[in-house]
Structures are given as C-alpha cells and as structure tokens.
C-alpha cells in the first residue's frame, strides 16, 4: 500500500519489477491524500499485474475536515462498480475462492474439509466422469481430501499429512481457485470403432446446413467481427489458466457425436469456477451488446470451456444452440507450439467463406446460431486453448423465429464481383472485407458443406485414416 501522501510510509513493500509495475500503473495515481490497495492473484503474469480487475483494487481517501476525522475505503474508484467498503470486508473476499474435481477413479469417493485440528468434515460425494464435477466454495489455506468410500484409500488430498512444507514451494490448502482431475481421463483416439465416420459426417453437415437456414434473425452486417479482451479480464483469465494448465481432463466426445475429430485427436477441458466465469461472461455482456447495436438487451445463456486443442484437431462446420446461442465469442486464451496459423472459419450472411486469424487475448464476436463456422484445416503442431461465451435476447428462447429488430442494420448479401490481385488478395467491386477467404468460397447446401470437408481430408496428412485418398467412397449411392 502506497500513501501519495507521504511517499516514504510503506505498509507493505515492494521491490523490483513488482515496484515499477504498481508505482507505474493508474491504479495509484489519486491525488496527495489518497491511499491504494491492490490484490495480486498468484500466477498472473508479471506484464500484466497492473491490469486487476476493480473489485481487486481499493481506495482510501482522507475526508477529514477541520471538525471531523474521516476515512473512507472506496472499491473500484473510476469504474461501475465504485462503492464505499471496509478493508476488512475487502480482504475477506478477496480470500473466498472456489475448488472443483473431476472423478475418473473407479468406484465412488467422498469428499471431505479437513479443518485446523485435522477433523474430516464431510463435504459432497465424488462421482466418476464430466457431468458429475463437483465445485466448492471456499477459502485460501482450505485443505480438502478424498477418499474411495469402500476402502477408504486417498485418492487426492491438497496438504502434507506430516505437515511437513516450507509454506512456498509446497504451500498447504487452496492456494487460487483452482480445478484438479482425479484418476486418467484416458484417450477416445480410435475409439469410433467400425462406425461409418464418413456417412454420420455427411448427415452432421447436412443437418447443420439445415439448421442454419432455420434462423430468420440477424443482428450485425456480416455476422461476425474481431475485437479485443479488456486487458484486465484477460489477465484474469490467463491467470486462472496458467495456475491450472496441468489440470485438463479429456472432453468426453464419444457419444455426442463428430464436430470435433476426437477419434483422430483428444481434446481436452478445464473445468472452470462458476462465480468466476460468470463475472467474466457478464463483464463480456456489454461488449457483445455494443456490437450488435447497443440497442437489444441480451441476458448470460452459456458459458463453456476452457477447450484445448491438440496436434491435429479439427472442428466440423457447424451452428449453436438456437434457443441459447444468439450471439457469441471466441476467446483465444493461449497458444503455443503451433507451426502454421489455424484460422476459425465463418460464413458470413451471405455463405461466403472468411478465415480469421487469432491471437491470444483476441476475440471473434459471431452470431452462432446463424452463421456456419468450422476449423476445418487439422491443427499443425502444439496446443491452443479456447474459451467461448453465449448470449441471448432477455427471455426470449425463441428469437430466432422472428424478424429482424427495428434497431438492427441489415445484413450485407451483395460484395459484387469478387477475384484475386497478384498477391492472392481478394478485391471485390462492392465492399471488401479483410477476412474474405482468397479461396472465394461460397455454399449453397449441406453438399458443399461435405465436398469441402471431403477435399480437406484427401489434401491433409493429419487425416490418414478416415478418407484413403487412393480409393473413392460411396456415401448415400454418391461417389467422390
């Protein structure tokens, strides 16, 4: 804590790249009888420490006039959620975190608290897969095992028995909010069995096709757009996931059909808190309100991943939820090892394709529902971790049934003419826009929707195994 004030009095100090990053940042530039407080969140990256969210800065401010001696903390000075606070309130909720797992033991486990004089406190039973996660309110220190319930073996447990940590390197309970797997996950690669791959891909791109075409509404000119995270959720984001980077678990696909080629590549999911996402998909809100208008108020409707994709993931062309998936973001949280750029594909209102580079900290605002998008081109080399963020018209699961808003620009159809400069760069007569593939694709059907994926699959080599570019294959008594 910095009192401008008096520049020498430190509560609390600091040193080094840690000293230049606060005293540089506008968090402490208040005037000269001012003091601020701000909470740093273990793992945030040291460029980026500065960029805290409002509720993990306070303020205090001297009030005293010649009668009365008055100090006031003040949370989130500057922003929509400035409000007077006591520094105590505001520790104590900056100490409250959540704790999730997920089960892949076999068997069933019960969770318990383990309090300071080392009492098991039961605290939820722990089943086995993805819909059985389980998330826990707690605070920082909380220590927690879990035990199968038969033989009564530990199968997780975030403290020393011997108590026997030096309080840095091996700090004992919660330490941020935090998600663990328990037990393998294992691999789905190879797993589809003899089931015909091909055939249910052509039906999926079909049905998608058809799905599409079933939402009468639109909100923006294209249906999509590229923007950028406030520095401050992103820090916060890319924090939560550098502290648990090592604890994804296997996306559960089998059975949930073939957008994703989890027969050919895992994928993977991080399980998130749910206050925190939440905060994140309502401070996200009012951007996605801003880009369609500003005029339709929309309410949370999902919010899922953190996905990371692997070395030869691809994702089928596709549509969202239309009672939940209005519209969208897609959140790049990291990447790395990746040999070539993986663009995400979209189809405007026109269904012509656009390819839209991101980088970590970018967003893609889309209207998913509507607007077909795909990876379709495997991921070459390393990993790349999504998050992804829906909303909706304020009670209304059925806007997709209706016409367009008064509020709402009209969707752009017509670009003109269209053909590619010496640089393979798309000029059209009409309007161009940045993003337009220099492939100068466009779809008509369920149809294209497969030739296309068909063409990728016999031109990539991260797909030997499902098509044989050496033989043709039949599907509905068409041959290619």
Not at 83 to 109: F, Q, R
Not at 159 to 172: K, L, M, S, T, W
Not at 179 to 198: A, I, L, N, Y
């Amino acid at each position: 804590i910095h009192n401008n004030a008096n520049p020498h009095f430190l509560i609390a100090s600091v040193s080094g790249i840690l000293e230049e990053s606060l005293l540089n940042s506008r968090l402490l530039v208040l005037g000269n009888n001012a003091c601020s407080a701000m909470m740093l969140e273990r793992g945030a990256h040291k460029d980026k420490i500065m960029f805290a969210l409002p509720e993990q800065t306070v303020n205090m401010v001297d009030e005293s006039d010649g009668a009365n001696n008055q100090i006031k903390w003040y949370l989130g000075v500057g922003t929509d959620v400035m409000k007077p606070i006591s520094l105590y309130d505001w520790i104590s909720d900056a100490s409250k975190v959540e704790i999730g797992w997920v089960s892949y033991m076999a068997g069933k486990g019960d969770i318990y608290y383990v309090d300071e004089n080392n009492i098991r406190r039961f605290s939820g039973e722990f089943l086995y897969g993805e819909k059985n996660t389980v998330w826990l309110g707690s605070y920082l220190g909380h220590r927690f095992e879990i035990v199968d319930r038969n033989t009564r073996e530990v199968w997780w447990r975030n403290f020393r028995p011997d108590g026997d940590y030096d309080g840095v390197h091996n700090a004992e309970g919660v330490q941020y909010n935090c998600f663990f797997v328990v037990g393998d996950s294992g691999s789905g690669v190879g797993r589809q069995g003899t089931t015909d791959v091909v055939r249910n891909i052509e039906r999926t791109l079909n049905a998608e096709w058809d799905r599409s075409r079933a939402v009468t509404r639109t909100f923006t000119e294209f249906g999509f757009d590229k923007g950028k995270l406030p520095l401050d959720i992103y820090t916060s984001m890319d924090t939560y996931y550098y502290n648990n980077r090592e604890h994804f678990a296997r996306e559960e696909w089998e059975t949930r059909g073939y957008h994703v080629n989890w027969y050919q590549a895992d994928v993977y999911m991080l399980g998130m808190p749910w206050g925190l996402k939440k905060y994140w998909q309502e401070r996200l809100r009012k951007l996605v309100e801003t880009w369609i208008g500003g005029q339709i108020p929309l309410e949370l409707s999902d919010i899922y991943g953190m996905r990371r994709y692997e070395d030869g993931a691809s994702l089928l062309p596709h549509v969202d939820r239309e009672a939940t998936h209005a519209v969208s973001l897609i959140i790049n949280i990291a990447q790395f090892g990746v040999e070539e750029p993986w663009p995400v594909e979209i189809y405007d209102h026109g269904d012509r394709l656009h390819e839209i580079i991101m980088e970590p900290g970018d967003i893609v605002y889309y209207e998913s529902a509507r607007c077909i998008h795909a990876r379709a081109n495997p991921l070459q080399g390393g990993k790349y971790i999504n998050l992804f963020s829906h909303y909706r018209p304020i009670g209304d699961p059925k806007w997709y049934k209706k016409t367009n808003s008064p509020s709402s620009v009209d969707p752009i159809i017509d670009i003109g003419e269209c053909t590619l400069d010496n640089n393979n760069k798309p000029t059209c007569t009409k309007i161009t826009p940045e993003t337009l593939s220099p492939s100068l694709e466009s779809i008509h059907s369920g149809r294209d929707l497969f030739n296309r994926w068909h063409k990728v699959m016999h031109n990539h080599p991260k797909t030997i195994g499902i098509v044989d570019p050496t033989k043709k294959i039949k599907s509905f008594g068409n041959e290619f």
